[in-house]
T-cell receptor, first 112, second 114 residues
Framework: QQQVKQSPQSLIVQKGGISIINCAYE??????FPWYQQFPGKGPALLIA???DVSEKKEGRFTISFNKSAKQFSLHIMDSQPGDSATYFC???????????WGAGTKLIIKP | DAGVIQSPRHEVTEMGQEVTLRCKPI?????LFWYRQTMMRGLELLIY????????DSGMPEDRFSAKMPNASFSTLKIQPSEPRDSAVYFC????????????FGSGTRLTVV
């Protein structure tokens, strides 16, 4: 019940296309859902986060869609660029416990 | 702020040797996390501290691993004795509980045990 399941494991998208990464969780106590972006040789960096009281959050080309009833959330990258090529992690946490539960990661490659 | 600072960036050591990884969190952050990342197991939480006190060390693989946070600006992760299966990238991250602004990770230490 503590798991966050992320798919796909890897994804290749043409430049200008839409990249979509999905995550699912079981624990309904989770109330914070961030996405992190990791470039080779660097630590993960917070990209965007959402709470379950909203269904969508957009920051530039990045959008989180959240479906509370289905216990799923997804990251959409619009107009994908080669510079977006990285590994993306979804995560979840609950209440005042700041320990994040991580997805397994998605390696995204944007082809020029 | 310079962000979370980890040292060394790379460490190559022989099996059986002691290894000490260091981390300086962002000033004002009250949580500090140590993670290990491998291709096989992904990101694994080893231990985390709140206000310099260890809260959960259930992810520490075995007694060979130990972590300390003597003050708010410094933490160490020690492996003694090291084994080849400890080879991984070790990340330190810090966060501020009041803001829920997410974790800030360091650039990691790539450890190779030969």
């Amino acid at each position: 019940q503590q798991q966050v399941k992320q798919s796909p494991q890897s994804l290749i998208v043409q430049k200008g296309g839409i990249s979509i990464i999905n995550c699912a969780y079981e624990n309904t106590a989770f109330d914070y859902f961030p996405w992190y972006q990791q470039f080779p040789g660097k630590g993960p960096a917070l990209l965007i986060a959402i709470r379950p009281d909203v269904s969508e959050k957009k920051e530039g080309r990045f959008t989180i869609s959240f479906n509370k009833s289905a216990k799923q959330f997804s990251l959409h990258i619009m107009d994908s660029q080669p510079g977006d090529s990285a590994t993306y992690f979804c995560a979840a946490s609950k209440g005042s416990n700041y320990q994040l539960i991580w997805g397994a990661g998605t390696k995204l490659i944007i082809k020029p | 702020d310079a962000g979370v600072i980890q040292s060394p960036r790379h460490e190559v050591t022989e099996m059986g040797q002691e290894v000490t990884l260091r981390c300086k969190p962002i000033s004002g952050h009250d949580y500090l996390f140590w993670y290990r990342q491998t291709m096989m197991r992904g990101l694994e939480l080893l231990i985390y501290f709140n206000n310099n006190v260890p809260i959960d060390d259930s992810g520490m693989p075995e007694d060979r691993f130990s972590a300390k946070m003597p003050n708010a600006s410094f933490s160490t992760l020690k492996i003694q004795p090291s084994e080849p299966r400890d080879s991984a990238v070790y990340f330190c991250a810090s966060s501020f509980s009041g803001g829920r602004g997410g974790y800030t990770f360091g650039s990691g230490t790539r450890l190779t045990v030969v």
